[in-house]
C-alpha cells in the first residue's frame, strides 16, 4: 500500500476528520496537546474545562496565574505540577514573544516554528507538530507510535524505520495541505487505537483489503511476533479464543511503564503514549 492509497482508504473509512481535535480557539487547543501527555484524551478535557471554568485559558490570565492554582485546576490530567510549569511557561511565551496570539507564529517557516516550540519545557516533537496542525493549521506530519505502528505494517515504510522516514513519507502524501495532514493524522490514530491494535483486529480493518500485513516489526518498545505467527494468532483472537487474557496483561503491563510528561518516546501526545491502552477514549476524537 501506497501512502496515497492510506490516505484515501482513510478517508472512506473515517469520513472528514478535519475538526477531529477540539478546541474553541488556537491557544486551547495547544493547552489540550500539552494536557494529553501521558494521559487519556477525557482526563485531559477535564483538566481543560476546570481551566476555562476559572478564566484561565487565555495566555495572559494563564501566565499570571500561581503555580498551586495551576496544578490544582489540572489535577484530572495527572502530573500536574509538572504540567502546571508547562503551561505557564507555554502561555507566558504566547504573551510575552506572540503579544498573546499564538497564530503569529505562521508569518514563520515551518522548521522555525518547529524550532520555537521544541525550545519551549515540555513540548516534544510529537506535541510540536500536533501544535503546527491542529492549532495553527500548518501542513506538518504528526508522528507518534501510531505511525510507527500503521506505516510499517500497510507498506508504506520498511520494518523498523525511524521517526525520520515515516516523516517523510508522511509528508510527501501531505504535499503542504493542513487538510490531509489532519486527515492523515487523525485517520491513523483511528485505525491504531480500533484494529491496528498492537495485537490487530485484520479481520475488521475496513482496509485489509490493500494491507500486506507486515507485522514483524518493532512496535513501542516490544517487538510483535514473527509475521509468520502474528496473523494466526490475530486470528485466534478475533474468534474469541484465550488471548484476551494476554493482551489485557500487556495492557497492564504498559500502565505502569508510563513515561513522566515531555520525556521518552514518542515526544508527547497521550493518544500515542498510552498505545491506546483505553479504546475509545484516548484521543481528542473521542
Not at 500561581?66 to 495527572?78: F, H, K, S, W, Y
Not at 515515516?166 to 504535499?175: K, L, N, R, S, Y
Not at 485484520?202 to 507485522?215: E, F, G, Q, R, Y
Request: positive net charge; charged residues 20%.
Amino acid at each position: 500500500m501506497t501512502a496515497a492509497e492510506l490516505l484515501a482508504g482513510l478517508g472512506q473509512a473515517f469520513g472528514d476528520l478535519v475538526a477531529w481535535w477540539p478546541g474553541d480557539s488556537p491557544f486551547e487547543v495547544a493547552v489540550g496537546a500539552l494536557l494529553v501527555q501521558a494521559v487519556t484524551w477525557r482526563q485531559a478535557s477535564r483538566a481543560v474545562q476546570a481551566l476555562k471554568g476559572q478564566g484561565l485559558l487565555q495566555p495572559a490570565s494563564l501566565a499570571a496565574a500561581g503555580q498551586d492554582d495551576v496544578a490544582a485546576a489540572i489535577r484530572p490530567a495527572l502530573f500536574h505540577q509538572q504540567k502546571a510549569r508547562y503551561l505557564r511557561g507555554f502561555a507566558l511565551f504566547t504573551w510575552r514573544e506572540l503579544a498573546g496570539d499564538l497564530t503569529e507564529l505562521t508569518s514563520r517557516p515551518l522548521a522555525e516554528q518547529e524550532a520555537i516550540l521544541l525550545a519551549l519545557p515540555g513540548v516534544g516533537r510529537e506535541t510540536a507538530a500536533a501544535i503546527m496542525v491542529y492549532a495553527l493549521g500548518e501542513a506538518a506530519a504528526v508522528v507518534d507510535a501510531y505511525a510507527l505502528r500503521v506505516l510499517p505494517r500497510v507498506g508504506v515504510l520498511a520494518p523498523g524505520a525511524g521517526r525520520g522516514e515515516a516523516a517523510a513519507a508522511m509528508g510527501a502524501v501531505i504535499g503542504g495541505s493542513p487538510e490531509r495532514a489532519k486527515l492523515l493524522h487523525a485517520g491513523i490514530v483511528e485505525l491504531g487505537r480500533l484494529h491496528c491494535r498492537p495485537e490487530p483486529l485484520c479481520a475488521t480493518c475496513p482496509l485489509a483489503a490493500l494491507c500486506p500485513k507486515i507485522l514483524g516489526h518493532p512496535a513501542h518498545g516490544r517487538r510483535d511476533r514473527p509475521a509468520q505467527n502474528a496473523g494466526r494468532a490475530a486470528a485466534r483472537r478475533e474468534a474469541g479464543n484465550s488471548g484476551r487474557g494476554r493482551a489485557a496483561s500487556a495492557q497492564g503491563s504498559r500502565r505502569a511503564r508510563t513515561r513522566p510528561v515531555g520525556q521518552g518516546r514518542p515526544g508527547g501526545l497521550g493518544q500515542s503514549q498510552r498505545q491506546g491502552k483505553r479504546q475509545g477514549r484516548g484521543h481528542p476524537g473521542a
